[in-house]
Each structure stands twice: as structure tokens, then as C-alpha cells.
């Protein structure tokens, strides 16, 4: 029982380059999110989804796309990167909302440069 | 709108002295309460939650935080530290009524056990 995967832990990219960042659940819940953490601002929904074929956006979505085709997977692309989004990402998934709790993945560190 | 707010960015305590991280939110309608608990180099797990019912809830290691309505404080505490309490902290708000999954995130803290 694998939880939430995440790939890759670690990137760095170069300013205006883009890639994808991978999350995968096999818990069969219905909401995933992205969440982007930074020191001193705790973490900041980025944007989620409430089931396969519905996205929204969180707090901090510029910059960011996501999809889900799929109940399992919920990636995260970064469009045309940027040193403001150095940061360590963690995708969360849980059954439904409001008082169930998040699984969360291990997180995945990007470094813009 | 709600907001968290942990007042405390980092919390130094010597091995098995009492601490209490402190943590206020704001909101105009009715929230789920979380404490999530971030050892080094790895993601978010839950450490204890308030739904409803008693104000008192308890984790399995011994924390324990209590839901203050009228002060809208759930802070967090336990009497006797451990070395392996070394984390950080984050309080998180869900809304009663939301269906959506989202947390709201204090900006977290760091609590620095020290022998």
C-alpha cells in the first residue's frame, strides 16, 4: 500500500524551462491538492480536485496547471518556471472532504535557477 | 475568509520539560481543527484533529490540544518532551461546510528539543 508517490524528490531547473511533477494515490480517495511550502508561510494550496475530470484553483495558482484525468493521478506542470517557484512541493489526497484527513506525499524540492 | 496564525515560529525546550505551541484562527463559520506534525526531510501526518464533541483530544504520543471556542485557540501541548518531538508543527482549519478537501495552514513551528 504505497499512499501517495510522488516524483521526482528532487529538480532544478533553469529559468523559463518546464516539467511536471507526478503524484499518484491508490487509495481510491476522491480530493487531491497541491500544496507548495515555503519558510515562514506554512503551506499554500496551489490547486485540487474534488474528483476525476474537476480541477480548481487554490491560494497561489499562477504559474501552475493541473488535470486529472484520472482518480489516481493529479499532476502538477509548471509552465514556464521561475526562482519564485523554488520551493518544496507536497501533493495530498483524502476520501472526501471537510473533517477527513489528508495523506500526504513526501514532497518534491525544486530549485529554480 | 479563514487565516491561521501559530505564534510562535520556533519553540527551544529541554527533554522532558512541559511545552505548548499556540495556535489562533479566524473564522466567520464553523471549522474542523488539525494539528500535523513534519519530521525532517519528510511530508505531513496527522497528529490530532477536532471535529466535535469534547474540546480535550489527544494524540497517541502523548500531545494533547484543546478546542477554545471563544478565544478561537487550539493550542497544542504535552507535558513531558522527547528528543524525537524535534519537528515542526503546523495547525490547519478545514471548513465545516466545504466538501473540498482544503486545509488552511498556520506558518508552522518549530519545536527544537534539546538534551
Known amino acids: 500500500n504505497a499512499g501517495v508517490t510522488q516524483t521526482p524528490k528532487f529538480q532544478v531547473l533553469k529559468t523559463g524551462q518546464s516539467m511536471t511533477l507526478q503524484c499518484a494515490q491508490d487509495?481510491?480517495?476522491?480530493?487531491m491538492s497541491w500544496y507548495r511550502q515555503d519558510p515562514g508561510m506554512g503551506l499554500r494550496l496551489i490547486h485540487y480536485?474534488?474528483?476525476?475530470?474537476?480541477?480548481d484553483q487554490g491560494e497561489v495558482p499562477n504559474g501552475y496547471n493541473v488535470s486529472r484525468s484520472t482518480t489516481e493521478d493529479f499532476p502538477l506542470r509548471l509552465l514556464s518556471a521561475a526562482p519564485s517557484q523554488t520551493s518544496v512541493y507536497f501533493c495530498?489526497?483524502?476520501?472526501?472532504?471537510?473533517?477527513?484527513?489528508?495523506?500526504f506525499g513526501a514532497g518534491s524540492r525544486l530549485t529554480v535557477l | 475568509a479563514q487565516s491561521v496564525t501559530q505564534l510562535d515560529s520556533q519553540v527551544p525546550v529541554f527533554e522532558e520539560a512541559p511545552v505548548e505551541l499556540r495556535c489562533n484562527y479566524s473564522?466567520?463559520?464553523?471549522?474542523?481543527l488539525f494539528w500535523y506534525v513534519q519530521y525532517p526531510n519528510q511530508g505531513l501526518q496527522l497528529l490530532l484533529k477536532?471535529?466535535?464533541?469534547?474540546?480535550l483530544v489527544e494524540s497517541i504520543n502523548g500531545f494533547e490540544a484543546e478546542f477554545n471556542k471563544s478565544q478561537t485557540s487550539f493550542h497544542l501541548r504535552k507535558p513531558s518532551v522527547h528528543i524525537s518531538d524535534t519537528a515542526e508543527y503546523f495547525c490547519?482549519?478545514?471548513?465545516?461546510?466545504?466538501?473540498?478537501?482544503?486545509?488552511?495552514f498556520g506558518q508552522g513551528t518549530t519545536l527544537q528539543v534539546k538534551p
Open positions: 495530498a489526497s483524502t476520501l472526501s472532504g471537510g473533517a477527513n484527513v489528508l495523506t
Open positions: 487509495m481510491n480517495h476522491e480530493y
Open positions: 480536485s474534488v474528483g476525476a475530470g474537476i480541477t
Open positions: 473564522s466567520s463559520v464553523s471549522v474542523y
Open positions: 477536532y471535529l466535535s464533541g469534547s474540546t
Open positions: 490547519a482549519v478545514s471548513v465545516l461546510s466545504s466538501n473540498t478537501g482544503k486545509l488552511i
